[in-house]
């Protein structure tokens, strides 16, 4: 049976670096946040956030991502109940994605949230991806045109790494990529080793 392996860290530990050079070494990867980009497309998810957070988060019929991370990275209620609209989608397509990988040992599940929402019980092992604070911040400025007072507000509704590593089985430290490389192959070596003795 297919493994399943959560991948995860705070905002700007470089979590899709990570996830793609699993990818290059031919293990499927599921993004939970891309696929979650492309159900929020949908006329019944649309609707359903349309519903709950009102008109003021569109323009033009078209949702503002920008306004509706506003309401809900400053107020840990919204996020809940964002997250009740998406997470159950995102949880349905992700069942029917894994239905397809049969033929792996084992696939790669990446999020941001795996602990938060608790979904990490769900998974065989857990990854936890670290990163110095400073360059953390740095790559979500750049990566997202925003400021630094934003980016700690994210920060402060995830996890801290503590506590994520207390609950995980590997942690990769993502601050050398060509280092970051080398414990990815060694992760790697024990999963496949795991997998042959299960």
């Known amino acids: 049976m297919t493994k399943t392996i959560g991948l995860t860290g705070g905002i700007g530990s470089g979590k899709t670096t990570i996830a793609n050079y699993f990818r290059s070494k031919g293990v499927p990867v599921y993004i939970a946040d891309d696929e979650a980009r492309k159900i929020m497309q949908s006329e019944v998810i649309i609707d359903a956030i349309r519903s709950s957070f009102g008109e003021s988060i569109f323009e033009n019929g078209v949702?503002?991502?920008q306004r509706l991370a506003e309401i809900v990275f400053n107020d840990a209620?919204?996020?809940?109940?964002?997250?009740?609209?998406?997470?159950?989608?995102?949880?349905k397509h992700f069942k029917e994605w894994l239905a397809?990988?049969?033929?792996?040992?084992?696939?790669?599940?990446?999020?941001?949230?795996?602990?938060?929402?608790g979904s990490y019980e769900d998974f065989d092992?857990?990854?936890t991806v670290t990163a110095?604070?400073?360059s953390r911040i740095q790559r979500v400025i750049n990566r997202d045109a925003t400021t630094e007072e934003q980016v700690l507000k994210r920060m402060a509704a995830q996890w801290t790494d503590e506590q994520r590593i207390s609950k995980s089985d590997f942690v990769i430290e993502n601050s050398d990529l060509e280092e970051t490389k080398i414990k990815i192959d060694e992760i790697l070596k024990i999963l496949k080793i795991k997998q042959k003795d299960s």
């Not at 809940?80 to 995102?90: C, E, G, K, Q, T």
């Not at 397809?100 to 929402?117: G, M, S, T």
């Open 63 to 65: 949702l503002v991502r």
């Open 132 to 134: 110095p604070l400073e």
């Open 77 to 91: 209620n919204q996020l809940a109940r964002l997250n009740a609209i998406i997470h159950p989608a995102v949880k």
């Open 125 to 127: 092992k857990i990854i």
């Open 100 to 117: 397809q990988k049969k033929k792996h040992p084992f696939i790669i599940y990446e999020a941001a949230v795996l602990f938060e929402n």
